[in-house]
């Protein structure tokens, strides 16, 4: 069983930016992939970003590309997304979620996630 705990979200202005936190504990192991994914109100759920378990690679949907930045810290089971320039467009709530298989080159939207944090809310206002 892992534990993922995000944190980091509140409330900005547009163009302002806010760093979430995925803190992992439990059985947990690096070696897995790790992809944020948002909510917001009245849509399903999307993928928004991800990395590999080296931090080598990494993935981002078209509407946050060169705006948001992943990254993690192996050494205390924790992984960042960095979010700059948000638009109201970005509000909703942000979870982060383990990948189902190990050692994973990049993980892709449609990768299989075994566990899931409690999510994290985000609010941009125009």
């Known amino acids: 069983q892992v534990q993922l705990v995000e944190s980091g979200g509140g409330l900005v202005q547009a163009g302002g930016s806010l760093k979430l936190s995925c803190a992992a504990s439990g059985r947990t192991s690096m070696s897995y992939g790790i992809g944020w994914h948002r909510q917001a109100p009245g849509k399903e759920r999307e993928f928004v970003a991800s990395i590999n378990w080296k931090g080598g690679n990494t993935y981002y949907i078209d509407s946050v590309k060169g705006r948001f930045t992943v990254s993690r810290d192996n050494a205390n089971n924790t992984v960042y997304l960095q979010m700059n320039s948000l638009r109201p467009e970005d509000t909703a709530i942000y979870y982060c979620?383990?990948?189902?298989?190990?050692?994973?080159?990049?993980?892709?939207?449609?990768?299989?996630?075994?566990?899931w944090g409690q999510g994290t809310q985000v609010t941009v206002s125009s």
């Open positions: 979620a383990v990948t189902r298989v190990p050692n994973l080159n990049i993980v892709v939207p449609h990768a299989t996630f075994a566990y």
